[in-house]
């Protein structure tokens, strides 16, 4: 089993930044793949960003490309998703995941948080 929390959301003005980060326990965090999903009011649930176990490989979807990076560190079991140029669009509860495989899959994963709120404001 593993455990995640995040934190780091909030309310920010749109073209501000914001970071959220997940600290996961109860497993070896460097052999899970991490990554982000979110759901906004109304919305399906759905991916944003991963990062592979091994060779950091990342991925994102084209509605955040260009604007948000994630990363890790595996010292502090931690996955880091920073986020600039927010539009509204962005606000969603965002849910960081893991899932053993070598990569998040974007149709969901073995692990879920209980999310954090991130707002956008126009």
């Known amino acids: 089993q593993v455990q995640l929390v995040e934190s780091g959301g909030g309310l920010v003005q749109a073209g501000g930044s914001l970071r959220v980060s997940c600290v996961a326990s109860?497993?070896?965090?460097?052999?899970?793949?991490m990554g982000w999903f979110r759901q906004a009011p109304g919305k399906q649930r759905e991916f944003v960003s991963a990062?592979?176990?091994?060779?950091?490989?990342?991925s994102y979807a084209d509605s955040v490309k260009g604007r948000f990076t994630i990363s890790r560190d595996n010292a502090k079991n931690t996955v880091y998703l920073q986020m600039n140029s927010l539009k509204p669009e962005d606000t969603a509860v965002y849910y960081c995941?893991?899932?053993?495989?070598?990569?998040?899959?974007?149709?969901?994963?073995?692990?879920w948080g209980q999310g954090t709120q991130v707002t956008v404001s126009s």
């Open positions: 995941v893991a899932d053993p495989r070598a990569m998040i899959r974007t149709n969901g994963a073995d692990y």
């Open positions: 109860g497993r070896t965090f460097s052999s899970y793949s």
């Open positions: 990062i592979s176990w091994v060779g950091g490989r990342t």
